[in-house]
């Protein structure tokens, strides 16, 4: 694909990991700060309140795991992904990510709360994509096709510090699209990007599923959080059509963009190989 992403996300994973090669450990270490950092964040919460206040966006200043390194080694099995997680919260997250960005040449990115996403491509038995058009409701990107998932919270934490981040995901899409565990076929961990925008780790994932693209639009319907998103955005799985769509949607989150290229460059080197 010719598509130029050196503007909108950093790639820093690629490759296809199923979930006995994915490993992610909690520690327990805080972000690194400054005194005038947190006091913004404290003000910039306390207006996104205000801001949010008899309008249709939803804060809750829930407990989050951040982004502090990871590694991808290769073993007789095939590539490994493991990923050290921490504490944040999405006060922080607000703070920083979404409405700090002026602090990142202040303080550095690792003072950046840093949440890590978790979402994934939803490719469908018909030979479908399907990703969601973000409603008036979240917090940014509102109006954008994004992939489907949310982030990974202090709950997908087990007692020994290891991290289920296909839990994670799968939560994020019985929530949003309705999905059962049935009703998907495989899921793998595609990659790790850091969009520019907001400087989020995203990681990502591909979900094939046993419906087709109508039946997940019909499952959403019914969707516990269904009004998360406002629509299902679908489109061909071909390297033309990917191609296309990226060029043509009018509003298109980064992190949906490097999950359609990190799928058409998966499944391109998969064919041939």
């Known amino acids: ?25 909690y520690v327990p270490t805080p972000r690194r700060t400054t005194p005038e950092l947190d006091d913004f964040i404290a003000a910039e919460w306390d207006r996104q309140l205000a801001l949010a206040q008899g309008t ?12 502090v390194s990871h590694a991808v080694h290769s073993t007789p099995v095939g590539e490994t992904f493991e990923m050290i997680v921490g504490p ?17 040449d202040r303080v550095g990115w690792e003072c950046f709360s840093n949440a890590v996403g978790t979402t994934a491509t939803i490719l469908t038995s018909d030979g479908m994509i399907c990703y969601g058009r973000r409603s008036e ?46 009703d998907v076929e495989s899921l793998d961990c595609v990659g790790l990007i850091r969009d520019k925008e907001i400087h989020q780790p995203e990681l ?3 979900a094939r599923v046993r419906l087709t693209a109508a039946e997940v639009r ?8 269904k009004d998360e998103h406002a629509d299902v955005v679908t489109l061909e799985d071909r390297a033309e059509a990917i ?25 391109q080197s998969e064919s041939v190989g």
């Open 204 to 206: 990502l994932f591909e």
């Open 1 to 25: 694909m010719t598509v130029d992403t050196n503007q909108l996300m950093i790639v820093q994973a690629c490759g296809r990991f199923p979930r006995e090669r994915v490993r992610v450990v």
């Open 88 to 104: 944040t919260c999405y006060r922080d997250f607000v703070g920083t990510n979404l409405y700090g960005q002026r602090w990142l």
């Open 218 to 225: 019909m499952r959403w319907e019914t969707a516990e959080a």
């Open 137 to 182: 409701r979240v917090a940014f990107h509102a109006g954008h096709v994004h992939t489907f998932g949310g982030a990974l919270e202090m709950n997908d934490r087990a007692p020994d510090g290891s991290v289920d981040v296909f839990g994670s995901l799968q939560r994020e899409l019985r929530e949003e699209l309705g999905l059962t565990p049935e």
């Open 56 to 67: 249709q966006r939803v804060l809750f200043n829930g407990e989050m795991l951040r982004y």
């Open 243 to 267: 191609e296309s769509f990226i060029k043509s949607c009018d509003l298109i989150a980064p992190v949906a963009v490097g999950a359609l290229l990190i799928h058409g460059q998966l499944k």
